[in-house]
């Protein structure tokens, strides 16, 4: 079966960084592009960064500037750098995936369990 796992997270203060990580498991041939989103309570969940296996990024708003990404296809891993952290940050942020598992042989997107983030002021 295949999933994403995600670890990182945690609790930080202001001005502060925080890495997130995300990993495929599971019989899966292809990783087409990896990201974040991200959903605080009561808003819509936002991308905040993704990056395709040939290393093009795409970047929300709202933490624009302040995020690195990066994946390694072969590893089907992906990495996220939070730099300067905000109380507005604080959300679950979850990992997503375009993802061709074995078995079927075709693209479908994945979604991981979710990490909170939580920037103290």
């Known amino acids: 079966q295949v999933r994403l796992v995600e670890s990182g997270g945690g609790l930080v203060q202001a001005g502060g960084s925080l890495g997130l990580s995300c990993a495929a498991s599971g019989s899966v041939i292809r990783l087409g592009a990896m990201g974040w989103y991200r959903q605080a309570p009561g808003r819509q969940r936002e991308l905040v960064a993704q990056?395709?296996?040939?290393?093009?990024?795409d970047y929300g708003d709202s933490m624009k500037g302040r995020v690195t990404i990066s994946v390694d296809s072969v590893e089907k891993t992906g990495w996220m750098l939070l730099n300067d952290l905000k109380p507005e940050d604080t959300a679950v942020y979850y990992c997503n995936a375009i993802l061709t598992p074995l078995h079927t042989e075709i693209p479908e997107t994945y979604w991981g369990q979710g990490t909170q983030v939580t920037v103290s002021s």
């Open positions: 990056v395709t296996s040939v290393g093009v990024t």
